[in-house]
């Protein structure tokens, strides 16, 4: 019997699976697409309410806050006749951060969320061209 059966017991050890449950970046991930009118942040929140989920517009219209807590609801040591076995499921606090492009119209935000599927747009809006380089001409001061 190898030393990680004897540890793990029958259970297939995965070390990836077990980076996954530990991280909260991979445990709520999102997919972010562009499209010509606006940014759109699709996020999988499985068995969560939209009350225990927050968004947020932060750093002066910057950033795109997700965050929310996962309740450990049934895993309480108060009742002593419950055995688990295994124990796969995120639970706690996540938060998710993204930088907002110069074009998002970051006042026009908007959320909604069906089936533990949050979707959240972000307007885009024209972003002014910088100016390109002018050459200044320098001038001779004769005195």
Do not use: Y
């Not at 190898?2 to 709520?28: A, R, W």
């Not at 993204?98 to 979707?119: H, I, Q, T, Y």
């Amino acid at each position: 019997m190898s030393l990680i059966s004897q540890l793990c017991g029958d259970e297939i050890f995965d070390p990836f699976l077990s980076m996954i449950n530990k991280c909260p970046v991979l445990n709520t991930p999102t997919d972010w697409k562009e499209t010509p009118d606006a940014h759109i942040f699709v996020s999988d929140l499985p068995g969560l309410k939209k009350e225990e989920v927050k968004v947020e517009v932060v750093d002066e219209g910057k950033a795109l806050q997700i965050s929310g807590d996962r309740k450990n609801e049934g895993l309480n040591e108060d009742n002593r006749n419950e055995k688990w076995h295994l124990v796969e499921r995120c639970r706690g606090k996540f938060l998710r951060r993204f930088r907002l492009p110069e074009n998002a119209k970051s006042d026009e935000v908007k959320a909604s969320m069906e089936n533990g599927v949050l979707v959240v747009t972000v307007p885009k809006q024209e972003v002014k061209k910088k100016p390109e380089k002018k050459v200044i001409d320098i001038e001779e001061i004769k005195g």
